[in-house]
């Protein structure tokens, strides 16, 4: 079986603090992706930067102690592609490529289109610079996309539909381009196509009591090209896990562990 998690850590460092290395041990994982690592690899001990011995991918932003993206996978990767060849996305350190043999691992960390909307075309070019990545990599074997996407798909996915309609991350012109990605071009949401069940959310605001009363939203999935349908046999959310106001989701595989 081939398992990954993915995890916004909200900063690695101060995950690290709160059990990130202790948990990433007991996870047992294939493969790790984790977003806002908000860390330089230098500024990092040695155990972070590569936990428990595992071939590490790092794609920080330029700006310090923001955005970033790591990969973590228990067998090194074929090849590892950093960004999307686009300068005004690549300097944010969101998108790393890790091609295994049976499939690529997309790590990225979506673009937050802001209170004001303000980063809303950048988001948009962003999701399509990805929607052409993603089907360019497909022509070679299939893909697996995850990360904290910024965007919570339907109603089900968060916890206030309503009162969230003209706030980012629930903006039709998001929701929309997720509606693409599966319907017009086969791509499945892993925990869906598991759970169809309303409540589960895998971030939470860090106002108090928020978390605790489960009002959240689903901003973090693992999307699988529809070629790898036949081989998913679990995907979850995991909001015991603290460490980040997100917490881990996984997606579990029957494929060869390379």
């Not at 155990?47 to 310090?64: D, F, M, N, Q």
């Not at 300097?91 to 091609?99: H, I, K, N, P, Q």
């Not at 049976?102 to 399509?128: E, G, I, T």
């Not at 497909?138 to 990360?147: A, H, M, Q, S």
Request: aromatic share 10%; glycine share 6%.
């Amino acid at each position: 079986m081939f398992t990954l998690y993915s995890w916004n850590v909200n900063g690695i460092r101060s995950a690290a603090e709160q059990g990130f290395l202790e948990w990433f041990a007991a996870a047992d994982p294939d493969v790790v992706c984790v977003q806002e690592v908000k860390a330089l690899p230098e500024q990092v001990s040695p155990e972070l930067l590569a936990p428990l011995g595992y071939h590490a991918s790092w794609h920080p932003a330029e700006r310090r102690g923001y955005s970033g993206v790591a990969t973590f996978s228990r067998r090194p990767p074929l090849a590892v592609q950093v960004g999307l060849g686009r300068r005004d996305v690549d300097r944010e350190g969101r998108v790393l490529v890790s091609e295994f043999p049976a499939l690529f691992v997309v790590n990225a960390y979506f673009p937050n289109s802001q209170r004001d909307h303000a980063r809303l075309p950048y988001k948009l070019a962003f999701c399509r610079a990805m929607l052409r990545k993603l089907n360019a990599l497909r022509k070679l074997k299939p893909v697996l996309l995850c990360g904290d996407f910024n965007i919570a798909h339907h109603e089900i996915d968060l916890a206030n539909p309503k009162a969230n309609r003209k706030n980012a991350g629930f903006l039709p012109e998001e929701r929309a381009w997720l509606e693409r990605l599966a319907r017009r071009h086969g791509y499945v949401d892993s925990f869906r196509r598991r759970c169809p069940d309303p409540g589960h959310y895998s971030w939470w605001s860090q106002r108090a009591g928020v978390r605790e009363r489960n009002i959240g939203w689903r901003l973090d999935m693992v999307w699988i090209s529809a070629e790898l349908l036949p081989a998913l046999r679990d995907a979850a959310i995991h909001p015991q896990v603290h460490g980040s106001d997100h917490c881990p989701v996984s997606a579990s595989l029957e494929l060869d562990r390379g």
